[in-house]
C-alpha cells in the first residue's frame, strides 16, 4: 500500500472511530466530527508564526491547568479522609461496614491517583525540525502521513492533535493544556507544525 491509500484509511479509520465517540446530542443531530489538517488551519500566513529560533518550539503546561490537577487532588482526598474518619470513629467495627467504605472510597482514591500522575507527568510538547516530540516520544516527520487537529465538542480536553504515522497507529495529543499564544491551541500548533515542517522539507532538499 502506498502512503496515500494508507493515508487515506488512516483518515477514514479516525474519521469512524471519532463519530463513534461523539456524545448522544451530537449523534442525533449527525454532526460529523471536526476533523482539520494542520495545514488548512494555517493556511499561507503561517509566516506571522512568532518563530524565532530554527530548531524547535516547546509547549509547556498552562498553570491553570496545573491548578485544575491539584484542585483535583484536594477535593476527593477531603472526602477520603472524611470517609476513614467516620469509618475509624465507630467504636466497633464490622466487615460489612468496612467493606461499604472501601468501596465508596475507591473512587475518590482513583480521583486523587489519576489527578497526581498526570500533575507529576509534567507533559511537553515540542515541535521540531526532526519531527513532533511528546513527553518522551518522538515522532519523526519522515514516518508522519499527516498531521490533523480533532475537536470534540462538549467534552474537557476538546482539542487533540491527531498523527497519522506511517506504521498504520493513530497518535492522540491533547492540547488543551499547553500553553500557548492564542486562545485556541489549535492554532498556534498548526502553525509551528507546517513551519517545522517546511524547514525540514527545506533541510532535506538542500
Not at 28 to 35: A, T, Y
Not at 163 to 177: K, Q, W, Y
Request: with cysteine; charged share 25%.
Amino acid at each position: 500500500m502506498t502512503r496515500e491509500l494508507l493515508k487515506e484509511a488512516l483518515y477514514k479509520r479516525l474519521y469512524k472511530e471519532e463519530s463513534a465517540r461523539q456524545d448522544i446530542f451530537h449523534r442525533i443531530l449527525r454532526r460529523k466530527p471536526s476533523i482539520s489538517s494542520t495545514a488548512d488551519i494555517a493556511g499561507e500566513d503561517y509566516e506571522a508564526v512568532r518563530a524565532d529560533v530554527n530548531t524547535s518550539k516547546l509547549f509547556r503546561q498552562t498553570s491553570s491547568f496545573r491548578n485544575r490537577q491539584i484542585l483535583g487532588m484536594v477535593m476527593p482526598a477531603l472526602l477520603l479522609c472524611f470517609l476513614l474518619f467516620q469509618l475509624f470513629r465507630e467504636e466497633q467495627l464490622d466487615v460489612t461496614r468496612i467493606l461499604m467504605t472501601c468501596l465508596i472510597a475507591s473512587l475518590p482514591l482513583f480521583i486523587v491517583l489519576y489527578n497526581l500522575r498526570e500533575l507529576l507527568a509534567n507533559t511537553r510538547l515540542e515541535i521540531k525540525v526532526t519531527g513532533i516530540m511528546h513527553n518522551d516520544w518522538i515522532y519523526p516527520w519522515e514516518n508522519i502521513l499527516d498531521t490533523c487537529i480533532v475537536i470534540r465538542r462538549g467534552r474537557a480536553g476538546a482539542y487533540l492533535l491527531v498523527l497519522l504515522m506511517d506504521d498504520g497507529e493513530i497518535v492522540r495529543i491533547r492540547l488543551t493544556e499547553f500553553q500557548t499564544l492564542q486562545h485556541n491551541p489549535a492554532l498556534d500548533i498548526s502553525y509551528y507544525i507546517e513551519h517545522y515542517k517546511r524547514l525540514r522539507n527545506r533541510t532535506v532538499l538542500a
